[in-house]
């Protein structure tokens, strides 16, 4: 789908019986130039007959985080109130978006419904959204505003020591906007929530569409909370460690108590909890079946995108009807992958995860 294309159908999604001459002022360009990129829309399964009603085969929505992320590496101890020497890397980011891509890597029809500006950075994710085949067509695209950056140092044990995020643009995200996306969400085999959105959006979505399956990643342990008063709408809870203990109030001093905060998400109501355990693995638990994953020994080079690729990884499984077991190995397989590429998201995931499959249990 060209640029172009991408934007007839974003103005189609809000207003379908916009004439082509409305389009073509609002585009600036000639009315004939409208009508070609229809027919190429109609052509190209984008689009089914009069009234510009937009196709949909069926797919999943993700909700939440879309940056552009700048990653510090170094090979030696930070050292604190000073410049370190290092490596910079830019790539795509944000953890809703970053669970995107690593489904449609593996095949999945999926839309994301994120926040994007108009600067360089809101450029570059809809350029690499469309290269790769990720829908953000039905995210707010906002005049004048920068998108959201995530700045992260890693130590260098290539795990993060320090992370910053310039996510204002999030609190645009309003309850009049989602409300316009219902049809979209209603219409989901899922839908997949960060807490980057706002409390409010995550309270309404929860209390909305708690019929279809629902997956919240509690991101960082500074916006966990968000997902205080939705826990007993999740079908699965995936949270790490400092995560789990901020939202339950517990505390994990050893291994074994992480079944008893398992246990707390399950009294509210969560279905499946997933709390991932940095290198001692993963924890899976529901009221049939409960246990630990080991992770495997790999030459970990970036760190900050490996609990997407599990969630990824994870959803993936579930929708082919796989035990809660089976579907929390293959998402710390998919982190596994993810762990030994510079990116958030290992550009060749299913390629990979060809070869680990047959040595990761």
Same mark, same amino acid.
């Given at each position: 789908?060209?640029?172009?294309?991408?934007?007839?159908?974003?103005?189609?999604?809000?207003?379908?019986?916009?004439?082509?001459?409305?389009l073509?002022? /609002?585009?600036?360009?000639?009315r004939?130039?409208?009508?070609?990129?229809?027919?190429?829309?109609?052509?190209?399964?984008?689009?089914?007959?009069?009234?510009?009603?937009? !196709?949909?085969?069926?797919?999943?929505?993700?909700?939440?985080?879309?940056n552009?992320?700048?990653?510090?590496?170094?090979? $030696?101890?930070?050292?604190?109130?000073?410049?370190?020497?290092?490596?910079?890397?830019?790539? +795509?980011?944000?953890?809703?978006?970053?669970?995107?891509?690593?489904?449609?890597?593996?095949?999945?029809?999926?839309?994301?419904?994120?926040?994007?500006? *108009?600067? =360089? !950075?809101?450029?570059?994710?809809?350029?690499?959204?469309q290269q790769?085949?990720?829908?953000?067509?039905?995210?707010? &695209?906002?005049?004048?505003?920068?998108?959201?950056?995530?700045l992260?140092? +890693?130590?260098?044990? !290539?795990?993060?020591?320090?992370?910053?995020?310039? +996510?204002?643009?999030?609190? #645009? &995200?309003?309850?009049?906007?989602?409300?316009?996306?219902?049809?979209?969400? #209603?219409?989901?085999? %899922?839908?997949?929530?960060?807490?980057?959105?706002?409390? =409010? /959006?995550?309270?309404?979505v929860?209390?909305?569409?708690?019929?279809?399956?629902?997956?919240?990643? =509690?991101?960082?342990?500074?916006?966990?909370?968000?997902?205080?008063?939705?826990?007993?709408?999740?079908? $699965?809870?995936?949270? !790490?460690?400092?995560?789990?203990? /901020?939202?339950?109030?517990?505390?994990?001093?050893?291994?074994? *108590?992480?079944?008893?905060?398992?246990?707390y998400?399950?009294? /509210?109501?969560?279905?499946n909890? %997933?709390?991932?355990?940095?290198?001692?693995?993963a924890?899976?638990?529901?009221?049939?079946?409960?246990?630990?994953?080991?992770?495997?020994?790999?030459?970990?080079?970036?760190?900050n995108?490996?609990? *997407?690729?599990? +969630?990824?990884?994870?959803? &993936?499984?579930?929708?082919?009807?796989?035990?809660?077991?089976?579907?929390?190995?293959?998402?710390?397989? %998919?982190?596994?992958?993810?762990?030994?590429?510079?990116?958030?998201?290992?550009?060749?995931? #299913?390629?990979?995860?060809?070869t680990?499959?047959?040595?990761?249990?």
């Amino acid at each position: 789908m060209t640029k172009r294309e991408q934007e007839i159908l974003i103005i189609l999604k809000e207003n379908p019986l916009i004439t082509q001459q409305e389009l073509a002022n /609002i585009l600036g360009i000639k009315r004939s130039s409208v009508g070609v990129h229809l027919s190429n829309l109609l052509k190209k399964g984008y689009l089914k007959g009069k009234g510009y009603i937009i !196709n949909e085969a069926p797919y999943l929505v993700v909700l939440g985080g879309a940056n552009v992320d700048i990653v510090g590496f170094t090979d $030696v101890p930070l050292v604190m109130k000073d410049s370190n020497q290092g490596t910079l890397k830019i790539s +795509m980011g944000g953890v809703g978006r970053n669970i995107a891509e690593n489904l449609v890597r593996l095949g999945l029809n999926t839309k994301l419904i994120s926040v994007i500006g *108009d600067d =360089a !950075n809101g450029y570059q994710l809809k350029s690499h959204s469309q290269q790769i085949g990720l829908d953000i067509l039905d995210s707010l &695209f906002l005049k004048n505003q920068p998108t959201s950056v995530h700045l992260a140092i +890693m130590d260098e044990h !290539n795990d993060m020591a320090l992370g910053l995020s310039a +996510m204002d643009i999030y609190n #645009q &995200f309003s309850l009049a906007f989602i409300k316009k996306k219902h049809e979209i969400l #209603q219409k989901a085999e %899922c839908i997949v929530l960060d807490t980057n959105m706002p409390k =409010a /959006i995550l309270d309404a979505v929860a209390a909305n569409y708690h019929s279809q399956k629902l997956f919240l990643d =509690a991101v960082a342990g500074s916006k966990a909370l968000r997902a205080k008063n939705i826990l007993q709408f999740l079908y $699965v809870l995936k949270v !790490n460690r400092l995560e789990a203990e /901020i939202l339950s109030g517990l505390t994990i001093k050893k291994t074994t *108590d992480v079944p008893k905060l398992a246990n707390y998400f399950h009294k /509210i109501g969560v279905k499946n909890v %997933c709390i991932t355990l940095g290198n001692e693995g993963a924890f899976y638990s529901n009221s049939k079946i409960n246990g630990y994953i080991k992770p495997q020994k790999i030459s970990v080079i970036n760190a900050n995108g490996a609990g *997407d690729a599990f +969630m990824a990884g994870l959803i &993936f499984y579930d929708l082919q009807n796989k035990s809660l077991k089976e579907s929390a190995s293959f998402g710390m397989t %998919c982190a596994a992958v993810t762990l030994e590429h510079e990116d958030n998201v290992h550009p060749e995931l #299913q390629q990979k995860l060809n070869t680990q499959l047959k040595t990761f249990k």
